[in-house]
């Protein structure tokens, strides 16, 4: 089986039963399952518990605007809304790149592109349409970042740190 048929039957068999959440606990990839509810950060977990599960590979990233990146951001944990952020799963298939989309309501599913660039462009794209849509702000300082795992049951602001102290992937627009 193919990651790209797994990913679509994992699809169906897992996500299609789990029901958004706000929360202050990140939940480990077994408790999402168990509870049924779990937002992006937690579900781009869970995809990657499932295909390391199963043998496979993937990428998750971690993006955001109107960060205020500098040197005391820590001092202050910020008020979420006022920085949108998503993270999600990328995963290789014969020279292809997919994007697992399990928490985005108008990009849930699978969607691929030619080179992992053409992938986090798109990405980069919607989300900004989507967040100054939904916030009616100018989403400005976008940043992405691929981040490893990390172990989860954890408090947010843990899991966030993480993920904006990771890698940083630039995307030329």
């Given at each position: 089986m193919t990651t790209l048929d797994l990913a679509d039957n994992l699809n169906r068999a897992k996500f299609d039963k789990i029901k958004y959440r706000d929360c202050d606990l990140i939940q480990s990839p077994e408790m999402v399952l168990c509870s049924g509810r779990?937002?992006?950060?937690?579900?781009?977990?869970?995809c990657?518990?499932?295909?390391?599960?199963?043998?496979r590979d993937c990428q998750c990233f971690y993006i955001d605007y109107n960060f205020p990146y500098n040197n005391n951001y820590r001092?202050?944990?910020?008020?979420?809304?006022?920085?949108?952020?998503?993270?999600?799963?990328?995963?290789?298939?014969?020279?292809?790149?997919?994007?697992?989309?399990?928490?985005?309501?108008?990009?849930?599913?699978?969607?691929?592109?030619?080179t992992l660039m053409d992938l986090l462009k798109d990405v980069k794209r919607k989300s900004?349409?989507?967040?100054?849509?939904?916030?009616?702000?100018?989403?400005?300082n976008f940043r992405c970042r691929r981040y490893d795992e990390i172990k989860l049951p954890c408090v947010w602001h843990k899991?966030?740190?993480?993920?904006?102290?990771?890698?940083e992937i630039i995307i030329d627009d």
């Open positions: 779990g937002h992006c950060w937690e579900l781009t977990e869970l990657r518990f499932l295909l390391k599960q199963r043998g001092q202050k944990v910020p008020f979420i809304p006022e920085h949108p952020n998503h993270s999600f799963c990328v995963f290789e298939e014969d020279g292809e790149f997919w994007w697992w989309e399990t928490s985005w309501d108008e990009q849930i599913g699978l969607h691929n592109y030619p900004k349409e989507y967040f100054e849509r939904e916030t009616g702000q100018e989403m400005k899991f966030m740190f993480h993920c904006i102290d990771s890698e």
